[in-house]
């Protein structure tokens, strides 16, 4: 619980300053900052191929991951609290289910329904997410593009990044409602 | 023979408050072939008790002692594979509400196939005729389609079915049914109840009937016991409890029993609240809201003692005999005198 504590409380600017700064250049482990193409021999580019991309990109992934690893560890952790006190897990147990069979069979799909919804709602939060990460590490991305289009006050590039995003939130979305009826035979269409 | 014989079973939770004594001291029989009601109002132990002879009470939370013997085996302390295996093939459950006693996710078919693939060792088209097969035992109607449905396209009185189909898919010895109608419609109910009849004479298993419902262990149970605070206070056949009630607490739920053909009064109610189970009171358990309560009853517990009826009958007050059949008699010429007013 302490890794939820601190994930949900650190802000991602501070996560990855502290691990740019340990991990990059105290312990020359990674790179501080910077990013590398993933296509071999790409033109101009200092650096390429996917091995150095992912390389440029482990301490990205690893702040932009923590928070929502502690938001989703909370959340998981609630919903399989409350199944297990349902009346079909005690169903369940009655006719016999080893407790393995119990959490994967009734436990986890039927804990997963609120955890899939909030995963819908969650991408806007990456969006946002995603400025302060590459900001920090220096990497060309959509939120590091929204930055440098407000400092040089350009209106149609900060437009087109929103309505993009927007389009994404709501595909996304609609995947996700997609995906409850999958996991919920009570909201599938007859 | 006794299918299941339950000896001075204790069941106390831990809680931050100190310990819950939710069952104390309980001890019964269940006959092969025959119905035990159990009955008693909420919180009085009658739900735990059984919980906890399935083994299905936390561990963790709570300390279990006594004895509880399926046909002969001790049940408590056995290794937690052989609970299972007992758990759905020797003793089948059934709980209060069908709405959410059923894995909203699965189809009715694959809850009732995982009750025979858990315990046997047969293909999963042999665990689907199973399935069908006992879905027509309990009169679901279009069982070979039916299979297919979730939950939520059944009502509460066929998911009730469904829930003792699943009981039942194995072949069980005693059937412990959780107050099994509480939660339908008195149509439904009376259904329910000839279906768990007609089972029970074919399957030939020994029924455990919870209820806090006087009129169901009229109809269907052979012997009865009434809790209360965690304890058997009374128990007996069921034709005796009926004629010749030997305890306080049971002439009240006899009296607070809605009659059709009283003249329309309010019911009768036993005054105050069950007792609490984390400060039980001290001796007898219903003293706090006995009518007829003495010293002695707020001193000491009263032994299970036998009635003058038979060594069957037997009771805990401290009320002696006399005044026992004085007062029942004076209650039961109250009740007829109001239902023929």
């Known amino acids: 619980m302490t890794f939820v504590l601190v994930g949900i409380s650190a802000h991602p600017v501070w996560i990855g300053l502290i691990l740019s700064y340990v991990v990059g250049f105290r312990l020359h482990l990674t790179p501080i900052a910077g990013y590398c193409n993933f296509f071999p021999g790409t033109v101009g580019a200092q650096c390429s191929g996917p091995v150095n991309w992912a390389y440029h990109l482990i301490l990205p992934w690893i702040t932009f991951m923590i928070l929502f690893a502690a938001l989703y560890v909370r959340l998981v952790r609630a919903n399989v609290m409350e199944t297990m006190s349902e009346d079909y897990v005690r169903t369940a147990r009655a006719k016999g289910a080893s407790q393995s069979r119990v959490m994967v069979q009734h436990v986890l799909r039927n804990s997963m329904l609120p955890v899939v919804t909030i995963l819908g709602m969650d991408l806007g939060l990456a969006l946002g997410g995603a400025i302060f990460t590459e900001s920090i590490f220096n990497l060309p991305g959509l939120g590091h593009e929204v930055i440098n289009a407000y400092n040089f006050n350009d209106l149609p590039m900060i437009t087109g990044i929103v309505v993009f995003s927007t389009i994404c939130v709501i595909v996304f979305n609609f995947v996700v409602d997609v995906t409850y009826g999958f996991l919920d035979p009570r909201i599938r269409p007859t | ?341």
């Open chain 2, 1 to 341: 023979m006794q299918a299941l014989e339950v000896t001075d079973l204790t069941t106390r939770f831990r809680t931050d408050d100190g310990a819950v004594k939710a069952v104390s001291g309980v001890s019964f029989s269940v006959d092969e072939g025959r119905t035990l009601g159990v009955v008693g109002e909420s919180g009085s132990g009658k739900s735990v008790t059984f919980l906890t002879v399935m083994g299905l009470v936390d561990p963790r939370q709570s300390e279990v002692t006594g004895s509880v013997k399926l046909h002969g085996e001790e049940m408590l302390g056995a290794s937690q594979s052989r609970m299972r295996e007992i758990r759905g093939v020797k003793i089948g459950m059934i709980f209060q509400d069908p709405m959410t006693s059923l894995n909203p996710v699965k189809t009715i078919g694959w809850q009732l196939e995982e009750a025979v693939l858990i315990h046997q060792d047969v293909s999963k088209k042999e665990a689907r005729r199973r399935a069908v097969e006992v879905l027509k035992q309990v009169e679901i109607p279009n069982a070979d389609r039916r299979v297919e449905d979730y939950p939520h396209q059944f009502s509460g009185g066929m998911r009730q079915r469904v829930m003792i189909a699943m009981a039942l898919i194995n072949n069980p010895e005693i059937l412990i049914a959780d107050e099994p109608t509480t939660a339908l419609d008195v149509t439904t109910q009376a259904q329910i109840l000839r279906l768990m009849e007609r089972l029970q004479e074919e399957f030939r298993m020994a029924i455990v009937m919870i209820t806090h419902d006087l009129g169901v262990v009229a109809e269907l149970a052979d012997d009865v016991i009434v809790m209360y605070g965690g304890r058997v206070v009374e128990q007996s056949k069921v034709s005796d409890l009926f004629a010749k009630p030997e305890m306080p607490y049971t002439w009240g739920l006899l009296g607070s029993l809605p009659r059709l053909n009283s003249s329309g009064g309010r019911l009768e109610q036993i005054p105050g609240q069950p007792p609490s189970l984390l400060h039980p009171p001290v001796g007898c358990p219903f003293n706090p809201r006995c009518e007829f309560v003495m010293n002695v009853c707020r001193e000491q517990l009263p032994e299970l003692e036998t009635a003058p009826i038979g060594e069957d009958h037997r009771y805990r007050c401290h009320l002696d005999d006399e005044s026992r059949a004085r007062i029942w008699s004076a209650k039961q010429a109250a009740m007829m005198a109001e239902d023929a007013a």
